[in-house]
């Protein structure tokens, strides 16, 4: 997990510096609404673009949310610029960002769990286990439904099931 965070960190700084650049390529353009719109919603969204960066990276409170609204924003941006450029593959990207916003809608349950609130400010205390991971013991996600899970990956097993979703924990099935 902690290399998907500073992997998020550097996309989200990445596609910071590229919205910036979006905003000042934009204006070349002639003045229309769709070309202010698309440098206004870029100018707004460096800042989320920056502050989620910088709040994931301390692991703040509010760095989940900044960072989807930031994915949101950019979707939406490049929609409407590539529309107005009347660019299909800025479009397409667009929509792809837009849908990776949405599709990261599904992770908030497991963003919003006990146990990842704990790993994510730093704590390696879990509820119900005593305040402590038993010898042996990581956090680790359910491949099927992503429930945050204590497990010992050294005897996990390809029959091994998820206690929530009953799903396999282990790529496979027992029938492989």
């Known amino acids: 997990m902690e290399r998907l965070l500073r992997n998020l ?9 590229l919205i910036l650049l979006l905003a000042v390529s934009l204006l070349q353009y002639g003045v229309s609404i769709t070309i202010m719109s698309s440098i206004a919603i870029s100018l707004l969204s460096i800042p989320i673009g920056i502050a ?7 692991r703040g409170s509010a760095g989940p949310g900044l960072g989807l609204v930031f ?13 107005a450029m009347f660019s299909v593959g800025q479009t397409l990207q667009g929509a792809l960002y837009f849908l ?15 146990a990842f609130l704990q790993w994510y400010s730093g704590s390696v205390s879990l509820p119900n286990t005593g305040g402590i991971l038993n010898e042996g013991e990581v956090l680790a996600s359910c491949p099927s439904c992503h429930s945050i899970l204590a497990v010992i990956p050294s005897e996990l097993n390809i029959g091994d ?14 029938a492989q």
């Open 9 to 17: 960190v550097i996309f989200i700084s990445v596609m910071t510096m």
């Open 52 to 58: 989620a960066a910088f709040s994931l990276r301390s």
């Open 161 to 174: 099931t998820c206690p929530n979703c009953s799903g396999f924990l282990v790529k496979g099935t027992p």
């Open 100 to 114: 990776l916003a949405v599709s990261s809608l599904r992770r908030i349950p497991t963003l919003r769990s006990e």
């Open 71 to 83: 994915l949101l924003m950019c979707g939406f941006t490049l929609i409407v610029s590539g529309m």
